[in-house]
């Protein structure tokens, strides 16, 4: 099954048939807002919104771990999430679709960011954090769309909820950055240890403030570019979604996860963690 998720201007999409509101209670804490399991186009999919239904939580307010784990208990194997995003170059205009492969994390060390710890040990690769085989399809079925899309770029996570400086911005860019958001670490990195398939598309909303001639839009503008962005994000949902267990079928994530990265032996898992952590690794 396929899980999405809805960030900023992705809350809801009109055109998702609500089959049913799953449990938001994890042994983590409450996941962002329910589950719904809903329909499009006759294929069900797990739907959650990052941000909570109402858009009331920060990045940092985010249960990264909760989500995640809610999206391996009800049977996802792969996720697709939608994101707006801040560009740190010209060619990424308001309105385009990016789709990142690579990450620099500059958060502050405030979101649980690992399913490990408390006795738990194990490493995984974040090498290439996101599945191939879904890029490929995504860049196959974003041929001939209404926007334009650019692939295998890099994004920079930054705590929030304040916009980068100037200087932090032009760093950004000197580090190889092309866009700037808030929400994809550790989101990503969970997917990897859950062996979940991850596609990240992140539409870009407005320009980063590292050139002062580029003017900055206003926030209806924005508004108006997130409204557009949230029709193109359906539009490609359904065009992956009718590929079904094809979009993600080949991937390699579960081996690179806790499933092979997990050092702790069994007998010495702590007391409490067996039910969750057998999710995780099945």
């Given at each position: 099954m396929?899980?999405?998720?809805?960030?900023?201007?992705?809350?809801?999409?009109?055109?998702?048939?609500?089959?049913?509101?799953?449990?938001?209670?994890?042994?983590?804490?409450?996941?962002?807002?329910?589950?719904?399991?809903?329909?499009?186009?006759?294929?069900?999919?797990l739907f959650l919104s990052r941000h909570g239904s109402h858009h009331e939580l920060?990045?940092?307010?985010?249960?990264?771990?909760?989500?995640?784990?809610?999206?391996?208990?009800?049977?996802?194997?792969?996720?697709?999430?939608f994101s707006a995003v801040g560009s740190l170059a010209k060619e990424f205009k308001p309105g385009d679709m990016v789709i990142p492969t690579q990450y620099i994390d500059r958060t502050k060390g405030l979101r649980a960011h690992t399913f490990l710890g408390d006795g738990l040990v194990g490493h995984v690769s974040l090498a290439k954090p996101i599945s191939s085989v879904m890029l490929e399809n995504a860049m196959a079925k974003s041929q001939g769309k209404s926007w334009d899309s650019h692939f295998s770029k890099t994004y920079v996570c930054i705590e929030g909820p304040y916009f980068s400086t100037q200087a932090?911005?032009?760093?950004?860019?000197?580090?190889?950055?092309?866009?700037?958001?808030?929400?994809?670490?550790?989101?990503?990195?969970?997917?990897?240890?859950?062996?979940?398939?991850?596609?990240?598309?992140?539409?870009?909303?407005?320009?980063?403030?590292?050139?002062?001639?580029?003017?900055?839009?206003?926030?209806?503008?924005?508004?108006?570019?997130?409204?557009?962005?949230?029709?193109?994000a359906y539009n490609l949902t359904?065009?992956?979604?009718?590929?079904?267990?094809?979009?993600?079928?080949?991937?390699?994530?579960?081996?690179?996860?806790?499933?092979?990265?997990l050092m702790t032996p069994e007998s010495l898992w702590p007391e409490g963690s067996k039910s969750w952590l057998n999710t995780l690794l099945n």
């Open positions: 396929l899980g999405i998720i809805g960030g900023s201007g992705f809350e809801k999409f009109d055109g998702f048939k609500v089959i049913e509101e799953l449990p938001r209670e994890t042994p983590f804490g409450l996941c962002s807002s329910s589950f719904k399991k809903v329909e499009i186009d006759g294929v069900e999919c920060l990045p940092s307010e985010i249960n990264y771990r909760a989500n995640v784990y809610n999206f391996k208990k009800f049977g996802a194997e792969a996720v697709v999430s932090e911005s032009k760093w950004f860019c000197s580090m190889g950055a092309d866009i700037i958001g808030m929400t994809h670490f550790p989101e990503f990195a969970l997917m990897r240890e859950a062996g979940l398939s991850y596609l990240p598309c992140c539409f870009v909303t407005d320009y980063d403030c590292w050139d002062d001639s580029i003017a900055h839009v206003t926030l209806q503008e924005v508004l108006e570019v997130m409204r557009n962005n949230n029709a193109k359904q065009d992956l979604v009718a590929l079904k267990e094809h979009l993600w079928q080949g991937c390699q994530n579960v081996k690179e996860g806790l499933a092979s990265g």
